[in-house]
């Protein structure tokens, strides 16, 4: 793995010292990660723990999150993703939005459309995330 490259905190922000984590995941037969942004371009590497869990480690440890999102891409232009599947960010606590504990780690959660049942990406589709984090409480 190379260096993390340094990330850049959004000028004019109403948080002090804001930083944007993104990055993709590529999704590959059974759920697999074929690819992903990985620890230079995104600062977080992931690795699937289950069925569409995919769990995400921050090398770089932040005081706070601020907010994030995950969402399905389709693999080609003029495709969507699978149907009726969706990704969220959860594992991300009430500590460490208030910044009471710092954060290093957060799990993306794909699911079918009821929000509720955990399933895999297809083959080819893309999870596209973004976490915001702080270095000031």
């Given at each position: 793995?190379?260096?993390e490259l340094?990330?850049?905190a959004r000028l004019k922000?109403?948080?002090?010292?804001?930083?944007?984590l993104h990055g993709t995941l590529v999704i590959g037969a059974t759920g697999a990660i074929s690819q992903q942004s990985g620890m230079r371009d995104s600062g977080v590497t992931f690795a699937q723990n289950g069925t569409g869990r995919y769990d995400g480690t921050i090398h770089?440890?932040?005081r706070r999150a601020i907010g994030g999102y995950a969402q399905l891409m389709g693999a080609t232009a003029g495709t969507v993703p699978s149907a009726a599947k969706e990704a969220f960010?959860?594992?991300?606590?009430?500590s460490n939005l208030s910044g009471?504990?710092?954060?290093t780690t957060f799990t993306?959660?794909?699911t079918?459309?009821?929000?509720a049942t955990a399933t895999n990406p297809a083959n080819g589709d893309i999870v596209t995330w973004e976490l915001v984090v702080s270095e000031s409480p």
């Open positions: 793995m190379g260096t340094q990330k850049h922000s109403l948080h002090a010292n804001e930083t944007f770089r440890g932040y960010i959860t594992g991300v606590s009430a009471a504990s710092g954060i993306i959660q794909c079918a459309a009821d929000s």
